[in-house]
């Protein structure tokens, strides 16, 4: 049965981390891809800071080749990251073992990984290919998939349908709003930052799973 997990490692022990050497304000936030031979996600947002330039406060990591701004809008950027595939990380370990990655979000205190298996035992492969190259995980969630899930469940990852349900139940989607998305952060433990990318990502979803089954407007 699909399982899925959240696991979490130290801020510096993933290449991107060495921006919060110069950055330690922002969030880095990873797009969602499903492993293939040789290709390793290329792009990734770096949300809440305003600087000239946001390539260069990368330090030269061995995980990395190169890393090249694509856009940016205001204090949200969007670079794409040329991977050193020789090089043993979380990300090549997920290639390795055929694990989906959902979510990635990094601050400066750690990295959150949500990421999908087959079934448990491909979740526990992952784990043991991690413990054999001394990548330091910790695992917080495990739970399958079951049948009965709805559309709208499986869709969203834990940490979204965490964000999305706090919001709603302290009021944040009220108006006037009863708490700010800073409120939120300092009750999740994690940056503004990384409240609103999870909001918008979890919307998203709810709003493509809901859509796509109406029927086709004349």
Same mark, same amino acid.
């Given at each position: 049965?699909? +399982?899925?997990?959240?696991? +979490?490692?130290? &801020?510096?022990?993933?290449?991107?981390?060495? @921006?919060?050497?110069?950055?330690?304000? @922002? %969030?880095?936030?990873?797009?969602?891809?499903?492993?293939?031979?040789?290709?390793? #996600?290329?792009?990734?947002?770096?949300?809440? *800071?305003?600087?000239?330039?946001?390539?260069?406060?990368? &330090?030269?990591?061995?995980?990395?080749?190169? $890393?090249?701004? #694509?856009?940016?809008?205001?204090?949200?950027?969007?670079?794409?990251?040329?991977?050193?595939?020789?090089?043993?990380?979380?990300? *090549?370990?997920?290639?390795? +073992?055929?694990?989906?990655?959902?979510?990635?979000?990094?601050?400066?205190?750690?990295?959150?990984?949500? $990421?999908?298996?087959?079934?448990?035992?491909?979740?526990?492969?992952?784990?043991?290919?991690?413990?054999?190259?001394?990548?330091?995980?910790?695992?917080?969630?495990?739970?399958?998939? *079951?049948? #009965?899930?709805?559309?709208?469940?499986?869709?969203? *990852?834990?940490?979204?349908?965490?964000?999305?349900?706090?919001?709603?139940?302290?009021?944040?989607?009220?108006?006037?709003?009863?708490? %700010?998305?800073?409120?939120?952060?300092?009750?999740?433990?994690?940056?503004?930052?990384?409240?609103?990318?999870?909001?918008?990502?979890? #919307?998203? &979803?709810?709003?493509? &799973?809901?859509?796509?089954?109406?029927?086709?407007?004349?």
């Amino acid at each position: 049965m699909a +399982t899925e997990a959240t696991f +979490t490692v130290p &801020s510096d022990q993933f290449p991107l981390g060495t @921006v919060f050497e110069r950055l330690p304000r @922002v %969030t880095v936030e990873l797009e969602r891809i499903i492993p293939a031979r040789d290709v390793v #996600i290329p792009y990734f947002w770096v949300r809440g *800071t305003a600087v000239d330039d946001i390539e260069g406060a990368f &330090s030269d990591h061995p995980g990395v080749k190169r $890393i090249r701004l #694509i856009d940016s809008v205001e204090d949200e950027y969007l670079l794409r990251v040329e991977w050193a595939l020789d090089y043993d990380d979380v990300l *090549t370990t997920l290639t390795e +073992t055929k694990i989906a990655l959902i979510e990635a979000v990094g601050t400066n205190q750690q990295w959150t990984f949500d $990421i999908r298996g087959d079934d448990r035992q491909d979740i526990a492969a992952f784990q043991q290919r991690c413990l054999e190259l001394d990548i330091p995980i910790t695992l917080s969630k495990l739970h399958a998939l *079951t049948p #009965i899930e709805s559309e709208t469940e499986s869709a969203l *990852t834990d940490s979204q349908q965490e964000a999305l349900l706090l919001a709603y139940e302290r009021g944040y989607f009220n108006s006037p709003r009863d708490v %700010t998305m800073a409120d939120l952060g300092d009750e999740l433990g994690i940056s503004q930052q990384a409240v609103a990318s999870r909001l918008r990502r979890g #919307i998203d &979803s709810i709003l493509g &799973s809901t859509l796509s089954e109406l029927p086709p407007s004349e």
